[in-house]
């Protein structure tokens, strides 16, 4: 048992006076509990607009549930979020589709439509939303899938690719209505270190090239680095740290220090 | 006897959570018809999975249904009753209760099954949410087409089945009871009431309710990974038959003591 206590600084005040007036996305008190686990404790966070913020944090802390909180696709318990000065808490579900179609998510698992091809998949938004024709989307559709180096794919269906052609397939789908904001869940998870990296160069490209605000949220050290304005850790429900990526390689905050040395010892404990 | 009582009143409760979430499910689904129309390659889509895939199951089971009441009446009516009413016995059969029961609790099993599992397993891989981030309501773009193909296509299965039971009575009877065919047509003649097939029909449309919207709600619902697939897949199957036999039993009343009652 380790019997080291850590003397720990207080959580970065992340608080803005006036959310409404923020011109990014502002989370104030975020709580979310799944039966007895209290996942999200009052976590606050802001995002700013274009940057591309990288959330750490160990597995289970609730990364994910504080990237699904900011599209509404879990109801909190307690808290609100804005983006862009609009509350989305109490927002009416067609108000809330037309907030969505400002974003792209990229799921842990590329979430593809089995029934569907990849064109079919990457077009899908373009079909229901933009009054195009088909031929039109499939054209937009190729070319977000070379956007994301995927070239000869277009009628395959998602079980036919690899995991990396799948999270490019999904990267192409999050970009297709040119979001504003693009979440990304752990993008690199389960990808071997080249595809990784091919992975990250596509998160920076699409950053520089569409001009995106992007959150990611990964515990892959080498990509968080890589991809990185600013990170924030995610621990215990709060963000215990924020900082740029210098900030994050040079602090003394224990828990960080772990986290990116991936010390087994520590406040963050082992199991 | 305590512990019987509790578990029983958890069912009871849990029964009826389900009842209103699945009613307000039917609510979400009904808003969203005015779409139909434009959704209707989603639609053909589905009735495609309803219609084609569940005809040979209805061809084995209609044809052997009506063989079987024409054996089992035979053996009944042989010493008191004259052959003519066989016909009779047999369509009635048919058109109230055995067509759209056996129909709705066999291709409806299958259906049931492969909404549950399909959406089931969309929702587990988080198809759902994606759904639901690229603004598309999967109320509106998975279940309304569902529930309209399963709504207009159980009742056809049902009149295909009819036929199919009717003509599978006849030939039971005509090769192998000693019934001959002149004999077994004037019975469909005899007291051929045309409410008794509107009541069938109305029936299974129901039925088609029960079914889809059954499918659709444990799919959507599902927790968990392949286990909880398969959980839902299952309760979804159970969930539907028993509806239909309770809903069988009040339409009956409704329909057949009330509605068409003389």
């Known amino acids: ?271 | 006897m305590p512990i019987l009582v509790t578990n029983l009143g958890g069912l009871v409760l849990l029964a009826l959570m389900h009842t209103g979430r699945g009613a307000l499910l039917l609510r979400a689904i009904v808003v969203q018809l005015p779409h139909a129309w434009r959704m209707r390659h989603l639609i053909y889509e589905q009735m495609h999975v309803v219609a084609i895939g569940s005809m040979p199951l209805v061809l084995t089971t209609s044809v052997f249904v009506g063989a079987v009441t024409a054996v089992q009446a035979v053996y009944q009516m042989q010493a008191y009753v004259p052959m003519k009413f066989l016909g009779v016995m047999i369509s009635k059969s048919v058109f109230i209760e055995l067509g759209p029961v056996l129909t709705a609790l066999v291709v409806g099993s299958r259906l049931c099954a492969n909404y549950a599992a399909e959406l089931g397993t969309m929702k587990v891989t988080e198809q759902l949410d994606a759904m639901n981030i690229m603004a598309i309501e999967p109320v509106r773009y998975l279940a309304m087409p569902r529930f309209v193909a399963a709504v207009l296509m159980i009742p056809t299965i049902t009149i295909l089945a009819n036929g199919i039971a009717i003509f599978g009575g006849y030939l039971a009877s005509v090769l192998t009871l000693d019934v001959t065919s002149s004999t077994f047509i004037e019975g469909l003649r005899l007291f051929y009431d045309p409410l008794d097939v509107i009541g069938g029909l109305i029936k299974s449309f129901i039925f088609g309710g029960i079914i889809s919207l059954s499918g659709i709600f444990f799919g959507f619902n599902t927790e968990g990974g392949a286990e909880g697939v398969g959980r839902a897949t299952m309760t979804a199957v159970v969930g539907s038959c028993l509806s239909i036999l309770v809903a069988d039993y009040l339409l009956a009343i409704v329909l057949f003591q009330i509605v068409f009652g003389r």
Not at chain 1, 224 to 237: E, N, P, Q, T, V
Request: net charge negative.
């Open chain 1, 1 to 271: 048992m380790d019997l080291v206590e850590y003397t720990l600084p207080p959580p970065p005040d992340q608080r803005v006076p006036d959310p409404a007036a923020f011109a990014g996305i502002a989370i104030e008190g975020v709580s979310k509990a799944f039966g007895p686990k209290q996942v999200l404790d009052g976590t606050d966070l802001l995002i700013h607009k274009g940057e591309t913020l990288v959330v750490i944090g160990r597995s289970g802390e609730g990364k994910s549930v504080l990237l699904k909180h900011i599209v509404r696709l879990l109801e909190l318990d307690e808290g609100r979020i804005w983006i862009e000065g609009e509350e989305i808490t109490g927002l009416r579900t067609r108000r809330l589709m037309e907030l969505r179609k400002k974003f792209g998510f990229l799921f842990q698992g590329a979430a593809l439509f089995d029934s569907m091809t990849i064109c079919q998949n990457v077009g899908l938004m373009l079909s229901e939303h933009s009054g195009l024709s088909e031929d039109q989307v499939r054209a937009r559709a190729c070319e977000c899938l070379a956007m994301v180096g995927l070239e000869n794919v277009e009628d395959k269906l998602p079980s036919a690719l690899s995991g990396g052609m799948k999270k490019r397939a999904g990267l192409a789908r999050a970009i297709v209505m040119e979001p504003e904001y693009i979440l990304y869940d752990e993008p690199t998870t389960g990808l071997d270190p080249i595809t990784s990296d091919a992975i990250n160069d596509l998160i920076i490209k699409l950053q520089k090239e569409l001009g995106v605000t992007s959150i990611v949220v990964t515990h892959d050290m080498p990509s968080a680095f890589k991809i990185a304005d600013r990170m924030a850790m995610l621990s215990r429900g709060k963000i215990q740290f924020t900082g740029t990526v210098e900030e994050v390689r040079t602090t003394d905050h224990a828990m960080v220090r772990q986290f990116i040395e991936g010390n087994a010892r520590g406040p963050l404990g082992a199991f």
